[in-house]
């Protein structure tokens, strides 16, 4: 099965860029999906089609996928963007939807 | 406004069944696919099932296929999961997500999740 692999944790301090990977075998092929997730709370998509933003999305959530790893980047960051991130991708060859292992962003 | 709203979860004894239900509103339900994610307690997400606006296409994880039934009520704007056979790796949060639509393949609205237990 597809697996997509995210580190654990990313920390960065306000004002600074937080960059998260994704990384899958050719993934660069797949569209990716990117969702925050804030503790108690439902997951909210913030990148769709490796670097469109839903309405409501600020223009500091980018992002971009090449190769075996997709990125999502975080500019100018805030206190507020503190939480938990996910990839997605629909994985052809099984019928499947696939999530990242999921990424924990600390500001400091 | 999308609304999802999840109902139905609660304290289950292994192996037995629940039934988890999504009302929607806010949106044409019947032109949208529809999919269950869940999260157990401290864990990241895991995709469920999903199935067409039509129920022609209906998909499970490897992890629920065989003791989950997806379905839908296009007339009551309703998603159901009929989960059978319940075991303690299936205490979770259920999400239930849209597509968001035109081919997508990804989730633009979620509901607030109805936690099931297993637990004997």
């Known amino acids: 099965s597809y697996v997509l692999t995210q580190p654990p944790s990313v920390s960065v301090a306000p004002g600074q860029t937080a960059r998260i990977t994704c990384g899958g075998n050719n993934i660069g092929s797949k569209s990716v999906h990117w969702y925050q997730q804030k503790p108690g709370q439902a997951p909210v998509l913030v990148v769709y089609?490796?670097?469109d933003r839903p309405s409501g999305i600020p223009e500091r959530f980018s992002g971009s996928n090449s190769g075996n790893t997709a990125t999502l980047t975080i500019s100018r960051v805030e206190a507020g963007d503190e939480a938990d991130y996910y990839c997605?991708?629909?994985?052809?060859?099984?019928?499947?939807?696939?999530f990242g292992t999921g990424t924990k962003v600390t500001v400091l | 406004e999308v609304q999802l709203v999840e109902s139905g979860g609660g304290l289950v004894k292994p192996g037995g069944s629940l039934r988890l239900s999504c009302a929607a509103s806010?949106?044409?339900?019947?032109?949208?696919?529809m999919n269950w994610v869940r999260q157990a307690p401290g864990k990241g997400l895991e995709w469920v099932s999903s199935?067409?606006?039509?129920?022609?296409?209906?998909y499970y994880a490897d992890s629920v296929k065989g003791r989950f039934t997806i379905s839908r009520d296009n007339a009551k704007n309703s998603l159901y999961l009929q989960m059978n056979s319940l075991r303690a790796e299936d205490t979770a949060v259920y999400y239930c997500?849209?597509?968001?639509?035109?081919?997508?393949?990804?989730?633009?609205?979620w509901g607030q999740g109805t936690l099931v237990t297993v637990s004997s």
């Open positions: 997605q991708v629909w994985d052809s060859s099984s019928d499947h939807y696939v």
């Open positions: 997500a849209r597509d968001r639509g035109s081919g997508s393949q990804d989730f633009d609205y």
């Open positions: 806010g949106f044409t339900f019947s032109s949208y696919s």
């Open positions: 089609d490796d670097s």
């Open positions: 199935i067409s606006s039509s129920s022609s296409y209906i």
